[in-house]
T-cell receptor
């Protein structure tokens, strides 16, 4: 399977615990994105990387959240001191820059990690 | 921030019926994307639109980029059971900005 993969698919944790999610993008995709999706809503942008550089972070990404992409391949998203409001689906997407006038790469999404904070 | 509003919020149709849904924005978009999301899965890109007025088809799906650049439409003809899911419009808020803003979604249910 050459799509975007995420691990774990489901995570249940107690409030106050730290959690870490992993995303493996499509190989050769140098852009990687994290989104968060709560029930009944569309995905909301959190942050994105081009290679190992984190280029943009949303205001949604509080200081309890940190994302890394150390070698420009897989990425991790860590949430420290989880709160019940962190319960959501965390989606990862990857893309490869395309030339032309579209100005937008096609982002391919993984299956997501569903986090439940008790 | 920018918001994408989708209508209707949900649809209940019979198999074989045609479906129409739309997405409106408070500001101009230069690209419109339509995604479908199945339960427990990530969104899958259906159609991408890059020019105002553009009409693009993908099988039974047809999408249009509104002339005002503030709206887009998705039509599904002759719906089948696998069309069930949530449909999202999305787009980058600024040209060359890669993050996507997603709409509120339209949930499609097929009544047996």
């Amino acid at each position: 399977d050459t799509g975007v993969s995420q691990d774990p698919r489901h995570k249940i944790t107690k409030r106050g615990q730290n959690v870490t999610f992993r995303c493996d993008p499509i190989s050769e995709h140098n852009r990687l994105y994290w989104y968060r999706q709560t029930l009944g809503q569309g995905p909301e942008f959190l942050t994105y990387f081009q290679n190992e550089a984190q280029l943009e972070k949303s205001r949604l990404l509080s200081d309890r959240f940190s994302a890394e992409r150390p070698k420009g391949s897989f990425s991790t998203l860590e949430i420290q001191r989880t709160e019940q409001g962190d319960s959501a689906m965390y989606l990862c997407a990857s893309s490869f820059p395309t030339s032309g006038t579209s100005g937008t790469d096609t982002q391919y999404f993984g299956p997501g990690t569903r986090l439940t904070v008790l | 921030g920018q918001q994408l509003n989708q209508s209707p919020q949900s649809m209940f149709i019979q198999e074989g019926e045609d479906v129409s849904m739309n997405c409106t924005s408070s500001s101009i978009f230069n690209t419109w994307l339509w995604y479908k999301q199945d339960p427990g899965e990530g969104p899958v890109l259906l159609i991408a639109l890059y020019k105002a007025g553009e009409l693009t088809s993908n099988g039974r799906l047809t999408a249009q980029f509104g002339i005002t650049r503030k709206d887009s439409f998705l039509n599904i003809s002759a719906s089948i059971p696998s069309d069930v899911g949530i449909y999202f419009c999305a787009g980058p808020p600024n040209f060359g900005n890669e993050k996507l803003t997603f709409g509120t979604g339209t949930r499609l249910t097929i009544i047996p």
